[in-house]
């Protein structure tokens, strides 16, 4: 092969190449492959700590008749709706495979149905990889209760959905192709029968697919398209976002055929996206332009009003020139109350009055908030403008890069977008604080540091800091020896050194200014993205950055040395054209750099031109490795140097940019001399992004793939899901902190893993065993929930905290023939806690008195599970509950977790034994109580509030005793004395635990009265 030829994909050859090439260059060792039941890890949870900070939206629609009820559709998280105008959003596609959606449609004859597009196009090629592919149209008849899938699987990409106004069972749907390849699939489908078919009634050719559809709103049958090329330009060429090819047609027989509409003043120069509107004849096309041409008449608004037979420009404001970015707005919008009212977006919101000649800004932020699209409700309430100008209609939702609010009174105000877990991450990274914290960088929203756990129970607004200093597809490191610095990458090479107390910004950059010596990842705009850089794990103190060169610096970025030659250099790279119209093979920069959490001189680094290359001496000497199958234009996503093993890394090649969307991961033992292949059992088309190591347990790894988290029990030699719970959606990243997997998700913001204690222990003897008990991680005492104000309504969102207290895991063969018993003991063996999977008896589960509080704050007590697999359970690391007239809720309440007060005391930090008893049998396990590290408390102080609250655990059971025995025998003044005493003690129990500190003497002198009265009280009954 040579010439252009060279590298292209051709699935059947390549997979001969790779084959040839592995057995004649590379010595594969053969595994036998280890598959785990995930029944066996089934129990596991993953939680959403946030940001509820939304990240772009796609598509928005809304229900004729509800005011309240809107969906929003995003490129990474899936459909989501609000039935409240926009006060609380809630996921409702998750069953749905495919978390990219593009468009979204509620037929307006009937608001319970609702089509589906799936596969985001974000600009016209790659928007930083950002772009992910579809799985055709999906349809709910319920209002998204249920899903089902009606076809088009293999258009990629869908831009507009169109749902006939008087049957829902007739919609057009614009499809725009893959981006990556050409494609027959692009252009305008009908069904007529709900999805059960579909026609293609419009196509240019294979490369031009559709992105706008209108219906004229007074016309029946008049409907309008947009075409556009929708191909990125494969590497080595730069993505090209201002793509020609753009086209109008018109059809009159509701979409069955079509007319081409040019000329008679419509751009004569090629035009690039469409966007469209019409009613009653009148049509608006914003038009961009192809940025090649930008000495012609620029793009911008244009007006027809008849039916598209003559045009012109209706304005000339700049501020709606799409310019550079035409694949990233272009859309335009009419009042359906009145079509002299336009609406067009850009990096702000705009509204005419007089039909498009001039425009006010409605809504925007400084730096631009970067707006794409709209929906108005053609039956909400108009709203009467000044003078004779009609009115407005009031009820609209509104789709940004950061997330999609609602107004009510035509635009006066918004609801919020900071309720929308929806944020688009990149990268992240964790540090070593207790509860540690997570950051990384937001698509659209800037950067974040996301608290692991709340002190107040949950994970809310006051456990998140935005402006960590990155920009979107940067990174955020913090500094392992510097608590108060952070490291964050900004547009282009910038890096910046940050002081979390002040934030006070230092650019440590290795090179400020134009034309440096130093080279990074060529971006779609020919800018500098993702320079990658990272701590090393082991000596904690030199940050490491990646351009032609490896760089380090060991002073916080103040000095910076070269600690290589150009790790890019290869003689088959090809040529790469550049903006002056000179083409350089100079072109490939450092893409992942893995420095070894073992040995400081340890480091691998992966480049974007498909090198490996290692260095075992700080970067004096350098190897390259010869990777089976990778070519010149492979990108290294990730290198992995092993947390257990010297000789071993794994490597993460991404393909996806050439329209190769298989998944491919790499393992060597022995620094790189040979590769093995290890991504059996991951799907086709769920490409991987990173790959880590556990660093507990030998060939224990975890995979962040487009579509989800796969884990390997055997060092790769076989994957399966990690899913569990978490949303499908694109894991562009992965962390492993305290026992947990982070995950960085692509429109979902930031999930959690909890204790991967059970995948460290999981072999075949556990799955085989009639039921097993899992060696608990250490347990730290910290309190649920702090809060002593009133608890933040749970409208307001919010993430969630790991369980409080001791993770308890054990699995079951088969459904046990009699109740199981899980029972705690302290290091004397004396019984501190004892659970049953027997039903809870239900004076239990509703007290005697039952509290004056909503339903929705309760946790009200479960039996022990008894499930075929894995169960789980979480000790709070408290004795059991006192014996209690009556039954209070304290203020520090979270929704659906909190237990009836009074509750059975902390125990002391030391340790324990779990003891589980299965049909006769029983397992047993060390657990560790450790106190808060945020705490300097002698261990005599945890004894003396224990003994403190034990003697009042002891009077609460006395009173209580007392207090049934008066009840029994008619005494209520006696019963009402006892009542009283029994809650004063539980009260002083609450006082005593307040904080990890020995009582003070007033609180021992009020537990010696109060015990003192109890006594005299009981002798005096008897």
């Not at 004096?620 to 010297?646: C, F, H, M, Q, Y």
Request: aromatic share 10%.
């Amino acid at each position: 092969m040579t010439g252009d030829n060279m590298f292209e994909f051709k699935p059947n050859f390549a997979r001969i190449l790779v084959t040839v090439f592995i057995a004649a260059v590379v010595a594969i060792v053969p595994l036998k492959a280890v598959q785990i039941d995930p029944a066996f890890y089934a129990g596991m949870r993953w939680r959403l700590i946030g940001p509820f900070r939304a990240g772009r939206v796609s598509a928005v629609a809304g229900v004729i008749g509800q005011p309240g009820t809107y969906y929003m559709a995003t490129p990474g998280g899936g459909v989501w709706a609000t039935t409240d105008a926009g006060e609380v959003w809630q996921p409702i596609s998750d069953q749905i495979p495919v978390a990219s959606i593009g468009a979204l449609a509620v037929a307006p004859s009937n608001g319970k149905i609702i089509y589906a597009g799936t596969g985001d196009f974000g600009i016209a090629s790659t928007a930083w990889g950002a772009v992910n592919l579809g799985d055709g149209v999906w349809r709910s008849d319920d209002g998204g209760s249920t899903w089902r899938h009606i076809g088009l699987s293999e258009t990629a990409h869908i831009g507009a959905i169109l749902v006939d106004p008087d049957n829902p069972d007739v919609a057009l749907v614009a499809a725009l192709g893959n981006a990556y390849a050409a494609d027959p699939h692009r252009g305008v489908y009908l069904t007529t029968d709900g999805g059960r078919t579909w026609a293609r009634t419009l196509y240019k050719d294979d490369t031009t697919g559709a992105v706008g559809l209108a219906y004229d709103a007074a016309l029946r049958g008049v409907v309008y398209a947009s075409l556009w090329h929708h191909q990125a330009a494969l590497p080595p060429a730069p993505a090209d976002n201002d793509q020609a090819g753009g086209a109008i047609y018109k059809s009159t027989d509701g979409g069955r055929s079509w007319q081409a509409i040019s000329g008679h003043g419509l751009p004569t120069w090629p035009m690039g996206r469409i966007g469209l509107a019409a009613d009653d004849g009148r049509v608006l096309a914003i038009i961009s332009r192809d940025q090649g041409h930008q000495d012609h008449l620029p793009g911008g608004l244009f007006r027809s009003d008849d039916g598209g037979a003559t045009w012109r420009s209706i304005t000339q404001d700049p501020r709606l020139e799409p310019g550079g970015r035409s694949g990233y707005f272009d859309n335009v919008w009419m009042d359906p109350q009145n079509r002299d009212v336009v609406y067009v977006v850009h990096t702000s919101f705009y509204r005419s009055i007089d039909g498009g000649e001039t425009f006010e800004v409605l809504k925007g932020a400084p730096g631009g908030d970067d707006y794409h699209n709209l929906w108005i409700n053609p039956k909400s309430p108009c709203v009467p403008m000044d003078g004779d100008k009609g009115c407005v209609s009031s009820e609209m939702i509104l789709g940004a890069d950061q997330g999609a609010s609602i107004s009510l009174n035509a635009g006066l105000t918004w609801s919020s977008w900071y309720n929308q877990p929806t944020g688009q991450m990149y990268h992240v990274a964790t540090d070593d604080r207790f509860p540690y914290g997570v950051y990384g960088p937001q698509q659209d929203s800037g950067s974040v540091e996301v608290s692991s756990r709340g002190d107040f129970g949950d994970v809310s607004l006051l456990d998140w800091r935005p402006s960590m200093g990155a920009y979107e597809y940067g990174y955020v490191e913090p500094d392992p020896a510097h608590p108060r610095w952070l490291f964050s990458s900004d547009d282009g090479p910038a890096i910046h050194r940050r002081d979390r107390e002040t934030w006070q910004t230092l650019d440590v950059t290795p090179y400020i200014g134009a034309a440096g010596p130093y080279r990074y990842l060529m971006g779609p705009w020919w800018g500098s993205v993702q320079p990658p850089f990272v701590f090393s794990p082991k000596d904690g103190k030199t940050l490491y950055d990646g351009a032609q060169f490896l760089l380090a610096t060991s002073d916080g970025g103040l000095n910076w040395r070269r600690i290589s030659p150009d790790l890019t250099l290869r003689d088959n790279l090809p040529m790469r054209p550049m903006p002056d119209g000179k083409a350089t093979r100079d072109w490939a920069a450092i893409s992942a750099i893995g420095p070894s959490p073992l040995d400081a001189g340890l480091i691998w680094i992966g480049t974007d031109d498909g090198l490996v290359q290692v260095t075992r001496d700080g970067g004096k000497d350098w190897r390259r490795a010869t990777v089976p199958g990778l070519r010149p234009l492979d990108i290294i996503s990730t290198v992995e140097a092993s947390p257990l093993n010297l000789a071993e890394a794994y490597v993460v090649m991404d393909r996806h940019e050439w329209g190769d969307f298989h998944p491919y991961i790499y393992r060597t033992g022995d620094y790189g001399r040979t590769w093995t292949a290890i991504s059996s059992g991951i799907p086709d088309g769920s490409f991987v992004r990173v790959i880590r190591a556990d660093p507990k347990r030998q060939g224990l790894l975890y995979a962040g793939t487009e579509n989800g988290v796969f884990v390997s029990f055997d060092d790769g030699g076989h994957w399966q899901s990690l899913q569990l719970n978490l949303p499908t959606t694109s894991v562009r990243d992965l962390a492993i902190r305290d026992g947990d997997l982070v995950a960085a998700t692509f429109g979902r913001a930031f999930w959690i893993l909890d204790d991967l204690s059970p995948l460290r222990q999981l072999n075949a003897q556990v799955v085989a065993a009639p039921a097993h008990l899992f060696q608990p991680a250490e347990a730290v005492r910290v309190r649920r929930d702090a809060n002593s104000d009133t608890p933040m309504p749970p409208e307001i969102p919010a993430g969630t905290n790991p369980p409080s207290g001791a993770i308890l895991d054990y699995t079951l063969q088969s459904t046990p023939s009699q109740s199981i018993e899980l029972a705690i003991y302290d290091a004397n063996g004396n019984l501190v806690r004892q659970f049953s999977s027997a039903p809870v008896p239900e004076s239990v589960r509703r007290p005697e008195k039952w509290p004056t509080i909503a339903d929705y704050w309760m946790a009200n007590p479960e039996p022990l599970p008894t499930h075929i697999g894995m169960n789980r359970l979480t000790w709070d690391l408290r004795f059991s509950p006192p014996p209690s007239v009556g039954h209070s809720y304290p203020m520090s309440a979270i929704p659906h977790e909190t237990p009836a007060g009074p509750e059975g005391p902390l125990v002391v930090p030391g340790k324990y034994v779990v003891k589980l008893t299965v049909d006769g049998q029983s397992y047993t396990q060390p657990v560790t109580v450790r106190p808060d590290p945020r705490e300097n408390v002698p261990a005599s102080a945890f004894a003396a509030q224990l003994s403190l609250e034990q003697k009042l655990m002891a009077g609460m059971q006395e009173s209580f005793r007392a207090y049934q025995a008066a009840k029994q025998r008619g005494d209520t003044d006696a019963a009402a004395q006892f009542a009283g005493m029994n809650g004063t003690l539980s009260g002083l129990a609450s006082d005593a635990e307040g904080a990890d500190a020995a009582p003070t003497p007033a609180m021992e002198d009020a537990v010696r009265r109060e015990l003192g009265q109890l006594n005299a009280r009981l002798h005096a009954s008897k």
